[in-house]
C-alpha cells in the first residue's frame, strides 16, 4: 500500500539529524521504490549513498537518474550526473561514453576525446582488446570534419573485423571530401574502399567521379565500367586533343563490352584511318559484323588494306549481289583504298563497273574507271578496261580522252609499240593536237626510231599515210581514183622545211555518200591522202603560241558586318519574368501581351523555379520579421509598453536564432512584475534553446535555479546547481547554495 511521503520524509529527515544515516537511506529506499521516478529522491538516495561510502550504490542511482534525462533529452542536466558520476568512480565505463557523447553533441571536440582515450586505455589495460577498438572507432567519429581521425577509425574497424562498417565509412568519407574539392584524399579514401572490396560497384562509380573530375582520364578508365563512362573519357580526350588517350579508351571499352558490335566496328574505324589495319582485324572480321552492310563494308576495307584482297573482294561481290544500289558506295570503296593499294582498289572499282554495265549504265561504268585512274595515274589495266567500256558503250568523247591516258600509261610503262600504235590512231583522228604528235614522237623515240621527225613528216605529208584503227568507221572515208594519175614531181624537203612554211596540196574531194549515216565533219579521221595538207595549220606556232589570258576573278563583296552596341542597363526582374512569359519576344508590347492572354500555362519547370524561389524568400521573410519584432520590442519596452513587448518578443521567439534571447528576456520582464511561474516557464524555454555562450548559458541556470528556490522547488533548484557546478565549478555562491539547498531537501 502506499506510503505517507511527507511523514516518511520528516521520519528520514529526524533520522539524518541523529546521525542515523543508515535507517535515513532505509526511509529513502521506501519512497524510491514506492514512486520509482522520483528522481530528486533518487538523487538525494544517491547522494546519501555517497556520504554513507556506498560508492556502487551512489552510481547506480545517478546513473538511472542521468540515462532517463538523457532519454528526454536534456542533455545538459544529464551530463552533469555523469559528471558526478565520474568525480565518484573515474573508471565508469558507461559515464565516460556518455558524458564524451554530450560533449560531442556540444563541440567540445578535444574533451570527447580525452574521456574516450581514458576508455580506451581502462580496456587495454584489463585485456579487452576488442573494447579498446570500439572505443578508437568512438574516438574517430567524434568531430565529423576530422578526417585523419576517421581514418583511424575505419582502421580500427578493420582490425576487429568489420570491413563492412569500414567499407562504409569509408565511402561517406570520401563522399564528403569530393564535395569539398579534397579530391587527393578522397582518391585516398577510395583506394582503401577498393581494397578492401575490389569488387564494389559503388567505390569503382565513385572512384571514377573524382578521377574524371580531376582530369585524370587514364585511371578514370581504369575504374570505368558502362559503356557511357567509356564515351564521357573518350569526349573528353578528344576535346582536349589526346586522341591516343581516346583510341585506348575505346580498346579498352571494347575488351569489357566484347558483344558490342557497333562499338568494334567505331575502334575498327579510326584504326583503319590511323593505318593500323592489323589492329583493326582483331576488333572486327566477317562473322562477327554478320549480316550488316555498313559491317561488312568496313571489314571488306580492313581486308582490302591488310593483304587480304581476294576475301575483301568476295565480300563486295556478296554485297552487290545482294543489292546492286551500292555499286557507288562500293566504288568509293575502291577509291579510297586505291589511294595505298592500287591493284585491290582496281578489283572493287572494277566490280562495281560491271555492275554498271549490267544495267546498261554505260556513263556510270566508266565514271567510276574515270575516277580510278584519276587517283592511280597510268594505270594499264584499268585505262584498257576504259577504252572496253566506251567502245561498247558509244561514248566517243571519253574514248579518245581515255586512249590519251593510256598512250601516256603505255610511254610510262615503256611499251613502245603499244604506245606508238595507239598514238599514231591519235594523230590521224586529231592530227591538229600537239600533244598527239608529242605522244607520236616519244613512242617513236622509245623504240629507237632515230629521225622520229622524218617519220611524222612522212605520216602527215602522205608519204606513208596512217592506217585507221577506229572500228566505228566501217571503210574509207576516200574513194580510190579511177585511173592512176601521172606522177608529180615532189620536191624533197626536210622536216624542218615542212614546219618552216606550208605547202598548199590540192585534195580532191570525196563524194558524199547518200547512205552514210556519219556526219561528214568527222571525214578526216582516218586515211589522209597526200594531196591537200597544210602543215603550217598542223604543226606551225608550236613555239610561238601564247596562252590565253586568264578570266578576271569575279570579285564578290563581302557581306556587311553588324556591329552591336550595348549599354548598362538595370532591370526589373518583373518585367523579365513577364518578357519571359510573352509567346513572341519580336511582338509589340500591346500585341505581346494579347498574345501572353491567349497562351498556355507556363510549363511545370517554370513553376518549380519560381516556387523554389518563394519558398526560400519566405524563410528570408520569415527570419527578417523575427528580427523586426524583436526590434519592436525594445522599441516597446523603452516607450514603457511592457504587454506590447512581450507580444512582440514572443513573436521573435519563433525563429530559432532568436529563441534563446527574447525568452530570457520575457522571462525577467515577468520577474520584474512579481509573475515567478510565467517567469520560470519561459526560463525553462530558454534553457532549451541553444545559448549563443557558456557564460550566457551558466547565467540562465544560475536565473532559473534561483527563481525555482524562491517558488519552494527546492529540488528542482538543487539539481539545477548541480549541474552548473558541474559545468561551471564554483560559479558565483553556487556551492553555497547547494550546501543550503541539500540542507532544506534533507529537512535541515
Not at 285 to 300: F, I, K, N, R, S
Not at 398 to 413: F, K, N, R, S, V
Not at 645 to 650: D, R
Request: hydrophobic share 40%; proline share 5%; glycine share 6%.
Amino acid at each position: 500500500m502506499p506510503i505517507d511521503r511527507a511523514a516518511t520524509l520528516r521520519n528520514a529527515e529526524k533520522l539524518i539529524r541523529q546521525g542515523k544515516l543508515d535507517a535515513a537511506i532505509a526511509e529513502y529506499v521506501r519512497i524510491v521504490e514506492d514512486q520509482p521516478e522520483d528522481w530528486a529522491a533518487k538523487n538525494t538516495l544517491g547522494d546519501m549513498y555517497a556520504r554513507a561510502g556506498q560508492t556502487d550504490k551512489a552510481v547506480q542511482q545517478f546513473v538511472e537518474i542521468a540515462n532517463n534525462l538523457s532519454d528526454e533529452g536534456q542533455m545538459a542536466k544529464a551530463g552533469a550526473l555523469y559528471k558526478k558520476i565520474l568525480k565518484l568512480k573515474p573508471d565508469h565505463e558507461h559515464a565516460l561514453m556518455q558524458v564524451a557523447d554530450i560533449l560531442a553533441t556540444q563541440r567540445l571536440y578535444a574533451d570527447a576525446r580525452t574521456h574516450l582515450t581514458t576508455l580506451m586505455e581502462l580496456r587495454l589495460a584489463r585485456g579487452d582488446t576488442r573494447g579498446a577498438l570500439q572505443t578508437k572507432v568512438r574516438i574517430g567519429a567524434v568531430d565529423p570534419e576530422d578526417y585523419e581521425r576517421r581514418l583511424q577509425g575505419v582502421a580500427a574497424r578493420v582490425e576487429m573485423g568489420d570491413k563492412a562498417g569500414g567499407l562504409n565509412d569509408l565511402k561517406d568519407i570520401a563522399s564528403e571530401l569530393t564535395d569539398r574539392g579534397r579530391n587527393d584524399e578522397a582518391i585516398g579514401a577510395l583506394k582503401q574502399a577498393a581494397e578492401l572490396h575490389p569488387g564494389d560497384d559503388e567505390v569503382k562509380e565513385k572512384l571514377f567521379a573524382v578521377y574524371f573530375a580531376a582530369g585524370d582520364f587514364a585511371s578514370a578508365r581504369s575504374c570505368a565500367s558502362s559503356l557511357e563512362q567509356f564515351r564521357m573519357i573518350v569526349a573528353a580526350q578528344e576535346s582536349g586533343g589526346d586522341a591516343d588517350g581516346a583510341l585506348e579508351t575505346l580498346r579498352q571499352a571494347a575488351t569489357h563490352h566484347e558483344d558490342d558490335r557497333a562499338l568494334k566496328a567505331e575502334l575498327a574505324r579510326r584504326l583503319v584511318a590511323r593505318g593500323d589495319v592489323a589492329s583493326a582485324a582483331e576488333y572486327l572480321t566477317a562473322e562477327t559484323a554478320g549480316d550488316d552492310p555498313q559491317l561488312l563494308m568496313l571489314v571488306a576495307d580492313i581486308k582490302l588494306r591488310g593483304g587480304g584482297a581476294d576475301d575483301g573482294v568476295h565480300i563486295v561481290r556478296k554485297l552487290l549481289d545482294r543489292d546492286a544500289g551500292r555499286r557507288e558506295q562500293i566504288a568509293q570503296l575502291g577509291w579510297s583504298v586505291a589511294e595505298q593499294h592500287p591493284e585491290a582498289g582496281f578489283k572493287v572499282v572494277e566490280l562495281a563497273a560491271e555492275c554498271a554495265v549490267a544495267q546498261s549504265d554505260w556513263p556510270a561504268a566508266a565514271a567510276a574507271l574515270q575516277e580510278f585512274v584519276t587517283r592511280v595515274p597510268n594505270h594499264v589495266q584499268a585505262l584498257m578496261r576504259l577504252v572496253e567500256i566506251c567502245v561498247d558503250g558509244g561514248l566517243e568523247s571519253t574514248m579518245h580522252q581515255a586512249q590519251a591516258q593510256l598512250a601516256d600509261a603505255y610511254l610510262a610503262a615503256g611499251a613502245a609499240t603499244e604506245a606508238r600504235f595507239i598514238a599514231e590512231d591519235l594523230v590521224a583522228r586529231e592530227p591538229w593536237e600537239r600533244a598527239n604528235i608529242e605522244r607520236f614522237r616519244k613512242a617513236l623515240e622509245l623504240m629507237g626510231e632515230p629521225d622520229p621527225d622524218e617519220v611524222i613528216a612522212a605520216r602527215l605529208s602522205g608519204d606513208s599515210p596512217f592506217t585507221s584503227t577506229d572500228l566505228l568507221a566501217g571503210e574509207s572515208l576516200f574513194d580510190e581514183p579511177s585511173e592512176e594519175p601521172e606522177p608529180v614531181p615532189e620536191p624533197e624537203l626536210e622536216v624542218d622545211d615542212l614546219l618552216a612554211e606550208p605547202i598548199e596540196i590540192e585534195v580532191p574531194k570525196k563524194k558524199a555518200d547518200p547512205k552514210s549515216k556519219k556526219p561528214s565533219k568527222e571525214s578526216h579521221q582516218f586515211q589522209l591522202s597526200a594531196n591537200a595538207i597544210d602543215l603550217d595549220s598542223i604543226l606551225g606556232d608550236f613555239e610561238d603560241a601564247e596562252p590565253e589570258p586568264p578570266a578576271p576573278k569575279a570579285k564578290v563583296k563581302a557581306p556587311p558586318q553588324a556591329h552591336a552596341e550595348t549599354d548598362d542597363v538595370e532591370v526589373d526582374l518583373s518585367i523579365v519574368i513577364d518578357d519571359f512569359k510573352k509567346p513572341d519576344a519580336k511582338l509589340p508590347a500591346a500585341a505581346a501581351k494579347d498574345a501572353q492572354a491567349k497562351s498556355e500555362p507556363e510549363p511545370a519547370d517554370l513553376d518549380g523555379v519560381f516556387g523554389t524561389m518563394r519558398e526560400q524568400a519566405s524563410k528570408r521573410t520569415g527570419l527578417d520579421d523575427a528580427e523586426k519584432e524583436y526590434k519592436r520590442g525594445l522599441a516597446l519596452r523603452s516607450a514603457g509598453d511592457i504587454d506590447g513587448c512581450i507580444q512582440a518578443f514572443e513573436k521573435a521567439s519563433r525563429a530559432p536564432k532568436l529563441r534563446f534571447m527574447t525568452s530570457w528576456l520575457i522571462a525577467r520582464l515577468y520577474r520584474e512584475r512579481d509573475m515567478m511561474p510565467q517567469a520560470l516557464e519561459w526560463l525553462e524555454r530558454a534553457a532549451q534553446a541553444p545559448a549563443p555562450t557558456n557564460n550566457e548559458s551558466h547565467q540562465l541556470l544560475y536565473e532559473l535555479a534561483d527563481g525555482l528556490e524562491k517558488t519552494g522547488e527546492v529540488a528542482r533548484a538543487l539539481a539545477i546547481c548541480l549541474e552548473l557546478q558541474a559545468d561551471a565549478g564554483e560559479y558565483k555562491d553556487v556551492l553555497t547554495r547547494i550546501d543550503r539547498l541539500t540542507k532544506v531537501q534533507a529537512g535541515g
